[in-house]
C-alpha cells in the first residue's frame, strides 16, 4: 500500500523526510519553515529530490538507530552491502549552546562486497517556483536560483562531482559522505569530519534519550514518539510545531491541506505538558519563555497560533504551481486560522503553567512573569468564556458554544486558582472561584442533551464530538461521573468505525470529514481505560499502533478503509496522546499493587 513511508531526521532548527528506499523528497532551509529545497512530497515532477538509486536486485530496509534520531537505511544484494546513516548535526558545544548548522549528512558506511548506487542530486529552491541551476566548483556543487529571490545551497562529498550531478554508477569500496548545506563551509568537509558528526549527534540523541524514563510496556513506541516531539521543537525560541511539513492532505483529492509548521499553542502546550512530564524540562522552560515573549502587553490576547520565530502575521498564499501531494490541491503556505478566535488556548496554556509551577516550585526561573500572565488569562477568560468561538476544530464558519471551549475556560479558572494557592494569594482565590463555579454550571446545565445521553459539541446540539472526551483528563468531571460514562459509550457507538474515530460527522466549512483524527481514537482508548474498560482500550491501542508507519510514526490522519496515513507528518498532536496512551497502560494501579502484595 501506498503510505506515508517516511522518516523524520533534524536537529530542532529543521528538518527532512527520508522515503523507505533512502530519497530525501522534503526538506526546508535553513529553517523549519523556509521555502522547500527538495519537494518532491507535494510533485513527483518538480518538487525536487535526493535519490539515492540501486538496481533491482538490492533489498532496501530502514530503521532508525535505537534511542536516537539517526536514520539508517540498508542497500544489500548478496554479498554487496552498504548504509546511509542520515541525520542533522545536533550537539553541545563546550559553552553550553548547541551546534545545529542548516545542513544534513549523508555517512555511507561500506559494510562489504562492491556495492554499487547512483545518485539523483536535483535541488529545486524556493518551493520550485523557478529555476534551480546547479555547478562543480572546485571545492563543492552550488546550486542556485535567482528567478522569484536568490537562494544557494552547497553539496559537500568524497565522491566524484561529476559522477553525482551526472548520475553515473559510483561503486562503493570505503565510507564516504555527501553534506548538503545552506551556508558555504568554512572547514572543508572530509569523511573523519563527517564521522565525527555523526558520533557527537548520536552521544547527543542517546543523551537526551537516557533521560526518558523506561516504561514495563510500550517503552519502544513511547521512546520513539518523545524523540519524535523533540524533532519538532524548535530550539531558537523554544516553539513547538505541530508537524513538520504543509499540505499534506487530510483526505486524498480534497482541498483540507494546511502548512502546520507553525506554533499552536493548544498542540504545543499539550506537547510540553507530556514532555516534561517524561523529564525533558530544558523543552519547557524554553517554551514558557516563548509564551513570556508573546505576551509584552498585560491584556493582550493570545492569537491560537505564531510562527516559530514569533511572528505573528502568518498570511495564507498557495502555490498553485505544485500539483500537490497525490494531486490534492492546493498546496498552501501560511494559515488563515491565525485570525480565529478559540477561548480553550488560555486553559490549555494555564495547565502547562500551573504543572512547571509544580514541578519546578515557587522559585521557577521567570516566576513572577509566569503569575503576571496567570492574571491576564483569568481577566480575558472571566470577560470571554460567555462568548462563542471557533472551537478546536478551527472551524471558519459561524461561532458557537462549543463545550470543549467552555471546559477549558474551567481549566484556566481551575489551574489559575491552583497557582494562586501555591503561591497564598487568598485574595484572588476568593474572587476567582465563583466565576470557575458559574462556568462548571453553565457547562453541566447546557452542555448535556437529555435526548442525545451525552455531552454533545456544543449547547443546544445533537452532535457528538471527540474534543468533550478531554472532559475528565482536564478534572471537570471524575471518570466514574454517570454523564462521563455515557458520553465516552455514546461517542464510542457513533463516532467510531472500524476501531478508528471521526473528530465529528456533522458536516463543516468542506463538506463531511471521511478519514479518522489520529488523536481522536487515541482519545477514545485514553476514556475507556479511565472508565475500566480496560481490555477493550488494550484491544484498540495495539491496533491502531500496528496502523503506523515502518519507523512506528503516525500523521494526522488515517483512512478509515485502507488504513493508510493522511495528512500532515509527523503530528505531533499523534505521538503526544500515543505517550499518554502508553503510560496509562504501564502505571499500576491500586488493583495491581494490592494483588502484587498478596503475593509477597
Known sequence: MDNLDYGIIGNCRSAALISKTGSIDWCCLPEFDSPSVFAKLLDDEIGGSFEINVDASYEITQKYEQNTSILITSFKAGIDHFEIHDFMPRYRKEEKKYHSPPELVRYFKYISGKPKFSVLYDPKLEYAMGKTETFIKKDFIASLTHDIKFDTVFLYTSFNKESIVNSDEVELTEDGFMLMGYNEKLLLPTTERAYLELQNTRVYWLNWSNLTPTYKKFNEEISRSALTLKLLTYDKTGAVLAAATTSLPETIGEVRNWDYRFCWIRDASMVIKVVSELGH????????????????????????????????????????????????????????????????????????????????????????????????????????????????????????????????????????????????????????????????????????????????????????????????????????????????????????????????????????????????????????????????????????????????????????????????????????????????????????????????
Not at 530544558?282 to 497560533?305: C, G, S, T
Not at 461561532?399 to 491552583?418: E, G, M, P
Not at 446545565?445 to 445521553?453: L, S
Not at 449547547?459 to 471527540?466: F, N
Request: proline residues 2%; hydrophobic residues 35%; negative net charge.
Open 281 to 600: 524540562k530544558n523543552v519547557a522552560r524554553r517554551y514558557l519563555q516563548f509564551i513570556i515573549d508573546l505576551i509584552p502587553d498585560k491584556a493582550e490576547k493570545l492569537q491560537i497560533m505564531y510562527g516559530i520565530n514569533k511572528e505573528k502575521k502568518l498570511t495564507e498564499e498557495t502555490l498553485e504551481h505544485l500539483s500537490g501531494y497525490k494531486g490534492s490541491k492546493p498546496v498552501r503556505i501560511g494559515n488563515a486560522a491565525y485570525h480565529q478566535k478559540q477561548n480553550d488556548i488560555y486553559g490549555i496554556l494555564m495547565d502547562v503553567i500551573y504543572e512547571q509551577m509544580v514541578k519546578f516550585s515557587i522559585d521557577i526561573e521567570n516566576g513572577e512573569d509566569l503569575w503576571t500572565i496567570t492574571k491576564g488569562i483569568v481577566w480575558i477568560v472571566s470577560n470571554n468564556w460567555k462568548d462563542a468561538d471557533k472551537g478546536i476544530w478551527e472551524f471558519r464558519t459561524e461561532d458557537r458554544h462549543f463545550t470543549f471551549s467552555k471546559v477549558l475556560c474551567w481549566t484556566a479558572l481551575d489551574r489559575a486558582i491552583k497557582v494562586a494557592e501555591m503561591l497564598g494569594k487568598k485574595h484572588k482565590i476568593e474572587k476567582w472561584e465563583p466565576i470557575r463555579a458559574e462556568i462548571w454550571k453553565d457547562i453541566y446545565d447546557n452542555a448535556w442533551n437529555e435526548e442525545v445521553g451525552a455531552y454533545t459539541q456544543s449547547y443546544g446540539s445533537k452532535e457528538l464530538d471527540a474534543s468533550v472526551l478531554l472532559m475528565e483528563s482536564y478534572g471537570c468531571v471524575k471518570a466514574k461521573d454517570e454523564r462521563y460514562i455515557k458520553t465516552v459509550n455514546a461517542i464510542g457507538k457513533e463516532l467510531s468505525n472500524d476501531g478508528l474515530l471521526y473528530r465529528y460527522k456533522n458536516e463543516d466549512d468542506f463538506g463531511l470529514p471521511s478519514s479518522s483524527f489520529t488523536v481522536c481514537t487515541f482519545w477514545y482508548i485514553n476514556s475507556l481505560f479511565k472508565i475500566g474498560e480496560r481490555k477493550k482500550a488494550l484491544e484498540y491501542f495495539e491496533r491502531l499502533l500496528s496502523y503506523s508507519n515502518h519507523l512506528g510514526l503516525f500523521s494526522e490522519d488515517i483512512d478509515f478503509k485502507t488504513k493508510r496515513l493522511l495528512g500532515n507528518f509527523p503530528q505531533a498532536y499523534s505521538h503526544l496522546a500515543l505517550i499518554e496512551c502508553a503510560i496509562n497502560f504501564s502505571k499500576k494501579d491500586s488493583e495491581d499493587e494490592m494483588l502484587e502484595s498478596l503475593r509477597e
